[in-house]
């Protein structure tokens, strides 16, 4: 059974980083997609950033771009989204997701298309 737990979260002021860690374990995860989405208060469940975990190849959200960065390591089974330059509109409650396809074209940003969720981590970024 995968289980995907999340951690990192926190308050920040505006301008200031994070950097959120989300440690599978269950399955091995060569072949998988792994993701980052966020929901804020009253709003769906948004797309972040997507890493192919057996190429690295990454995918962002228009809004994110150049502010975050996806990555995993390997050996800790372990995806991290490291956020700089936060603003207020980054707060939201994020979570880290998995899916057993190589996501291709709109896959990447389709909730449905990842099998596994964390239980997410809270952002909360003051201005």
């Known amino acids: 059974q995968v289980q995907l737990v999340e951690s990192g979260g926190g308050l920040v002021q505006a301008g200031g980083s994070l950097r959120l860690s989300c440690v599978a374990s269950?399955?091995?995860?060569?072949?998988?997609?792994m993701g980052w989405f966020r929901q804020a208060p009253g709003k769906e469940r948004e797309f972040v950033a997507a890493?192919?975990?057996?190429?690295?190849?990454?995918y962002y959200a228009d809004s994110v771009k150049g502010r975050f960065t996806i990555s995993r390591d390997n050996a800790k089974n372990t995806v991290y989204l490291q956020m700089n330059s936060l603003k207020p509109e980054d707060t939201a409650v994020y979570y880290c997701?998995?899916?057993?396809?190589?996501?291709?074209?709109?896959?990447?940003?389709?909730?449905?298309?990842?099998?596994?969720w964390g239980q997410g981590t809270q952002v909360t970024v003051s201005s």
């Open positions: 890493i192919r975990w057996s190429s690295g190849y990454t």
């Open positions: 997701t998995a899916s057993p396809h190589i996501l291709t074209g709109s896959g990447w940003y389709m909730k449905d298309a990842y099998n596994y």
């Open positions: 269950g399955r091995t995860f060569s072949s998988y997609t």
